[in-house]
Structures are given as structure tokens and as C-alpha cells.
């Protein structure tokens, strides 16, 4: 594929800091909070080697920093020892982002030679039954506590992730726990997302305000108990907030998401604006895409907002917070997002949460899966 010219740098913004790479949507597991789109890209419409070398090329001349290789299961690609290489030659933290179903210690091996910086592993709960229900795939638990002392003995440093939700949300400290068993140097405690998939389960994940207190205390003494020795990312869930986070960092100011097919986005939920198109590195650099696209423009900054969001003195703090949310639960990308105790469906949303939290949980929804 044939790099793209660079173009002129639109005046007062700033180039990204990481790409989100999303190499594939095939994934062994089939997690019911899943982030990818219903609509999952096929094999057949996956970027190619050579595209996805561009890409990350691209990524390192526009100044990016990091790649996050995500999906899906990233190492579902066969060329993924290729595409590491192709990011470390292009200046770039690499983050590999895995259920670690498909590693063993020689794949591992390749690919920290190929240049592989960091290893973030999913795991679903602290014990196996509860783990593998989550994620739809019997065994999937055990096959990833043996692969973390793999990813240690080879030297990579570990992030442990996990998805929270009324299923596994008492198990907080037992998760903490497994990643100091584990020799994590970081464990992300991430409260569910409301979109996609996630939106499909909501009646089925979403978790008690007294449960998300508990979790929540937890955290913080864990983080007093072992500050120095294990880092602990706490992501809060939106439905009992009273004020929304910065979603992906704002619109278009910190990340940059290639999908599998090559859709340029600013953030991996993006497609859901149905009013919005979005370009494709087959047709794009995504420095054009950054600088100068009407979508990547569209809800950048704060010159979007209407009120009270126009005047809030957190409007450069949380940045409006999730245009797909908004969009999901308002009816309009451009609305306040619910998650604000400014917007008028605040206390709506939060009855419904207390609502679903409080009645039987629903059968899952699995994702789509398929390798």
C-alpha cells in the first residue's frame, strides 16, 4: 500500500498520543459486554498486512506514541509478529491487548523479538465456573492463569483487565488478590459500558448502588494497602454518576481507532452515529482523517455544546463525555450526555439502573464469535 502525502496540521489541534489498533473481530470468547460492534467485520474485510504496516507507519510520523493491538483477539493474526515489528520500526510503544487463549511461551517469544513492550490480559472473574460463563468458552479461565507466568517468565510487564458488573462485582478483592498472585504490575477494574453489546445485557450486568459502593471501598483501601507495589485503575461506571467521564479523553484530542476493515474513528463505538461517515485508510491518511475530517471535527472541543454543557465549568474537564451515549439514551450525539446530573434524564437513568439492579438477571446475550 502506498503511504499517503502528509498534509498541513489544522491550526490549534494537537496530534493524537496512541492508536487503537483493532487488527480483527474474530475472538474465541464471546463476553457479553463486549465493545465491538453488533454488525462484526468478517475475515474477509480484515486490512492486510501490508495496509496495516502503512497504518502504523502513519502512526509513527504523525508523533504518535503507543499502539494499543486490540480486537477482538489480536493474535488471531497470523502476522502479528510482523505488525510488531512494523510498529516498533515506527517508534511505537507496542500494548498488546489479549485473552491470551491463543499464547504459548513460543509465540510469546516471537513476539517479544519482534519488539512487543507490554502485555494487558482479560480475565473475567476470580474463579473459573463464574469466568467461564462470562465468557461463553468452558476452560477459558484456567488457560489464562497458565499463560500469565508465561507472559512474566518472558520478561513482559503484566496488566491485568477485568470488566465489572453484577456478576463478578463482589469478587473485587479476590481479582485484586489474583493479580498480585499473578506478578501484575497494574490491574484495570473497568465498571461495564453501556453500548453494543453491553447496552443489549444492561438488564443482565448492571450492578446495585450498594455493590458499587462496596467495590468502590475496596479499591481504595487495596490502593492505600499496596500503593508501590500494584497499580490500580478504577474505571466507574456512568449510570450512578453525577458527572460524566472524559470519554476516550474528548472527542478527537487523544486517541485515534483504525478498525478491522479500516475505518478511521475517534473512538471504537463511533459507527453508531448514524449521521456521521467515517473515513478509511484505504482512501485516507489518517492524518488527513485527524486534522481535517468533518467527523473527527464534529464533536472536538467545546464549540459543539449546547447548553448547560456550553457554560459548565467542567466543559474542558469531562468534554461533554459520551456522544454515543448521548445518542443511545438521549436520542442525539449532540445532547448531554444522562450520565450529568445537569441533564434532564439524569434521575431516569439512574431509576432505571436501581430498577434493573433490582430484579433477577436476564440470560446473556453472547457476542458474535468466530476465529
Not at 112 to 123: E, R
Request: charged residues 20%.
Amino acid at each position: 500500500m502506498t503511504s499517503m502525502p502528509e498534509v498541513q496540521v489544522a491550526a490549534k489541534v494537537d496530534p493524537p498520543l496512541a492508536l487503537l489498533a483493532e487488527l480483527t473481530h474474530r475472538c474465541p470468547l464471546r463476553c457479553p459486554y463486549c465493545s465491538n460492534p453488533k454488525e462484526l467485520a468478517g475475515r474477509s474485510a480484515e486490512l492486510s498486512t501490508e495496509a496495516w504496516l502503512d497504518v502504523l507507519a502513519q502512526a509513527g510520523r504523525m508523533g504518535m506514541l503507543q499502539v494499543h493491538l486490540s480486537g477482538g483477539e489480536p493474535t488471531a493474526r497470523r502476522d502479528l509478529e510482523a505488525l510488531i515489528a512494523g510498529a516498533r520500526a515506527a517508534g511505537l510503544y507496542t500494548n498488546l491487548i489479549t485473552s491470551g487463549l491463543q499464547l504459548d511461551r513460543a509465540r510469546l517469544e516471537r513476539l517479544k523479538q519482534a519488539g512487543l513492550d507490554h502485555v494487558q490480559l482479560s480475565v473475567q472473574d476470580s474463579e473459573a465456573t463464574g469466568a467461564d460463563r462470562i465468557a461463553g468458552l468452558a476452560g477459558a479461565h484456567q488457560r489464562k492463569l497458565a499463560i500469565a507466568p508465561v507472559i512474566r517468565a518472558a520478561g513482559l510487564p503484566l496488566t491485568l483487565n477485568v470488566v465489572i458488573h453484577r456478576h463478578n462485582i463482589a469478587h473485587v478483592p479476590d481479582l485484586i488478590a489474583l493479580a498480585e498472585t499473578l506478578d501484575a504490575s497494574r490491574i484495570e477494574v473497568a465498571h461495564a459500558q453501556y453500548y453494543g453489546w453491553g447496552l443489549d445485557n444492561r438488564a443482565a450486568l448492571m450492578p446495585t448502588r450498594a455493590q458499587l459502593e462496596a467495590a468502590t471501598a475496596h479499591v481504595t483501601e487495596a490502593r492505600a494497602r499496596l500503593k508501590g507495589r500494584l497499580v490500580i485503575d478504577y474505571v466507574l461506571p456512568d449510570y450512578y454518576a453525577r458527572r460524566p467521564k472524559a470519554c476516550m479523553g474528548g472527542w478527537a484530542r487523544r486517541f485515534m481507532v483504525v478498525a478491522p476493515d479500516g475505518q478511521i474513528l475517534p473512538c471504537h463505538a463511533a459507527t453508531t452515529i448514524p449521521d456521521l461517515s467515517f473515513p478509511s485508510v484505504r482512501a485516507t491518511s489518517l492524518a488527513e482523517a485527524w486534522f481535517h475530517d468533518p467527523a473527527f471535527a464534529r464533536f472536538r472541543g467545546t464549540d459543539w455544546m449546547r447548553e448547560p454543557c456550553r457554560s459548565c465549568d467542567r466543559r474542558e474537564i469531562d468534554w461533554g463525555g459520551c456522544r454515543c451515549q448521548a445518542l443511545a439514551l438521549a436520542g442525539a450525539a449532540d445532547a448531554v450526555d444522562p450520565a450529568c446530573a445537569l441533564s434532564p434524564l439524569h434521575e431516569k437513568l439512574v431509576a432505571l439502573a436501581e430498577s434493573e439492579s433490582a430484579t433477577a438477571a436476564p440470560a446473556f446475550r453472547y457476542r458474535g464469535t468466530g476465529l
